[in-house]
């Protein structure tokens, strides 16, 4: 008996043994998830703050290239306002149509790229680098700065409004000489995301009806044209037209007719700011469309049947060369050496070879040019003086990017896209100072 006692007592002692171990099992899991939870949530709220952290950063990134682009237009208008003086103006010659714009993404790597970009710039002025402090914004954190100006381009709120017949009239010319040659006959012969067709006429005017504030249906004869009816409401994403201005470029997508294949052929050279007159000096080079579409729509009446504007391919190749010569000239001085070259292009370069007959070099170089097999096609001073002007830029367009590196293959980056109106008055400024009271963004977006 007192055996079989002792040996069910082992028997106790030894299960309750065996609970105790499972309940440490247990406590010991228990705590385990706990702390691995806890650890989790740590590392994931570490991880979120520096996210935040390195967000706030490359956003003052971006805002300090904005800033840069400020101080690049700043300066810039200093320097137009030096070119006023003829003297001056002749003295820098074909650096006349200098733009500060040109070497500011330059500038920016100079002053926020990585140390290899910093150090083969500062080079190339013979500086040594790493010699001037305060270049460079930390470790793994870099920003960018691209700079246009938006005066060679289209304004298409220039068709806003009631009843303004000149000016549409004259945004009308424009955008039908530009929509014209006939090699863009592939896209207004194929129908839009709907199914519908839209000649050269319906898309000019519809986007003239679309930011005019009647319900009318622009004519150009100036004669009742009818009611709009665009049928924006009947696609599977259903509209109404704004009649009012573009709020942006981008806007001109919902457009009838302006297509993916319209937009990517002249987005870049229309716009939705400033005035309604597009400057010459402005233009770049490969927007020489539209500086073909701004003399068939400035010729003569005589003119119609002149070779160089039958022949879109010649017409090409004189906006090209043209844009090449005011390259050469610093720009055009005004609308009427403007008109002079296109109409007489020999006498306007000889001209331009004899104030610039400094050297032997330079006689030879105008005659050369002079040569150059450009024709002549007669404009109507008062019909460019409708559509194109010269001078200063107005209006710059700042495209930046902050970023910061969090590892070699993760980056966070933050763009900044805004747009600078020099000539618009800034009603918000507390400031004193007069010359900050002209020039404010009416164009702000950042991602």
Same mark, same amino acid.
């Given at each position: 008996?007192?055996?079989r006692l002792r040996a069910l007592l082992n028997r106790r002692v030894s299960r309750k043994r065996g609970v105790a171990l499972i309940v ?123 700079? @246009?100006?938006?005066?060679? $381009?289209? %304004? &298409? /709120? ?10 549409? #009239? =004259? ?100 716009? @939705?700011?400033?005035?309604? $007159?597009? %400057? &010459? /000096? ?10 073909? #579409? =701004? ?153």
């Amino acid at each position: 008996m007192r055996a079989r006692l002792r040996a069910l007592l082992n028997r106790r002692v030894s299960r309750k043994r065996g609970v105790a171990l499972i309940v440490v099992i247990v406590t010991a899991a228990v705590f385990a998830a706990v702390m691995t939870e806890l650890m989790f949530n740590s590392s994931v709220d570490l991880e979120g703050a520096a996210s935040a952290r390195d967000q706030v950063r490359a956003e003052y990134l971006a805002r300090s290239a904005i800033n840069l682009g400020r101080l690049a237009i700043k300066t810039q208008m200093l320097i137009d306002q030096n070119l006023k003086n003829p003297q001056a103006a002749s003295m820098m010659g074909a650096f006349a149509n200098f733009q500060l714009a040109d070497m500011v993404p330059m500038l920016a790597k100079v002053f926020g790229g990585e140390s290899d970009e910093r150090a083969g710039l500062t080079s190339m002025f013979g500086i040594e680098p790493g010699s001037l402090k305060g270049l460079g914004v930390g470790a793994n954190a870099t920003f960018d700065l691209q700079m @246009v100006s938006e005066d060679g $381009k289209i %304004n &298409l /709120n220039c068709g806003a409004g009631l009843n303004d017949q000149p000016r549409q #009239a =004259i945004l009308y010319g424009v955008l039908s000489a530009l929509f014209y040659p006939p090699r863009y006959n592939p896209i207004f012969e194929a129908p839009d995301a709907d199914g519908q067709y839209m000649t050269r006429d319906d898309v000019a005017r519809a986007i003239i009806d679309w930011a005019d504030i009647d319900d009318q249906r622009y004519s150009p004869d100036g004669k009742s044209g009818g009611a709009e009816d665009y049928r924006y409401d009947v696609g599977k994403d259903p509209y109404r037209a704004h009649n009012h201005r573009f709020d942006t470029v981008e806007e001109v997508n919902l457009v009838r007719g302006m297509g993916d294949q319209l937009w990517g052929t002249f987005g870049e050279m229309l716009t @939705v700011y400033g005035g309604c $007159k597009v %400057n &010459l /000096n402005a233009l770049k080079q490969e927007h020489w469309p539209l500086m073909a #579409a =701004i003399i068939r729509a400035t010729v003569k009446d005589d003119q119609k049947q002149n070779p160089v504007l039958v022949d879109d391919a010649l017409l090409g190749q004189a906006a090209q060369q043209i844009l090449s010569l005011s390259q050469m000239m610093g720009g055009f001085q005004s609308v009427g050496q403007f008109v002079q070259l296109v109409s007489n292009p020999a006498q306007a370069l000889q001209t331009l070879g004899q104030n610039n007959s400094n050297s032997n070099s330079n006689n030879s170089s105008s005659s050369s040019s002079s040569n150059s097999g450009l024709q002549g096609i007669a404009l109507d001073p008062v019909k460019v003086g409708n559509v194109a002007t010269t001078g200063p830029r107005r209006l710059w367009r700042l495209d930046a990017t902050g970023t910061i590196k969090r590892t070699a293959k993760r980056k966070i980056e933050v763009h900044i896209r805004a747009v600078w109106d020099t000539m618009h008055f800034n009603q918000n400024t507390t400031s004193q100072d007069p010359n900050d009271r002209m020039g404010t963004w009416v164009y702000w977006r950042q991602d």
